[in-house]
Nanobody, 119 residues
């Protein structure tokens, strides 16, 4: 049974930082691609960042480039999202997601963690 458990969300002032973690179990973590998505109230879920199975390549949506960093620790079966210089518009529920290297869609999702940035 695959489980993804996010943690690290919370309330922070604009300009502050948070680090989200997503601990995975029930799958071969090191062979999966991992991503972070977010959904703000009244908006569609959007892509935030992704990392390849090897960690050699990452990608980000334009609005977070230079502020957020995705990373992974295969020994701990955990993927991270370091968020710096947070802005009120970063407020959302953040989800981690994983997909096998053999598919193009993310097929495993966490339950989400709330990030609230106050101005």
């Amino acid at each position: 049974q695959v489980q993804l458990v996010e943690s690290g969300g919370g309330l922070v002032q604009a300009g502050g930082s948070l680090r989200l973690s997503c601990a995975a179990s029930g799958l071969t973590f090191s062979t999966y691609y991992w991503g972070w998505f977010r959904q703000a109230p009244g908006k569609e879920r959007e892509f935030v960042a992704a990392i390849t199975w090897s960690g050699s390549s990452t990608s980000y949506t334009d609005s977070v480039k230079g502020r957020f960093t995705i990373s992974r620790n295969n020994a701990k079966n955990t993927v991270y999202l370091q968020m710096n210089s947070l802005k009120p518009e970063d407020t959302a529920v953040y989800y981690c997601a994983g997909r096998s290297a053999y598919v193009t869609s993310y097929n495993y999702w966490g339950q989400g963690t709330q990030v609230t940035v106050s101005s």
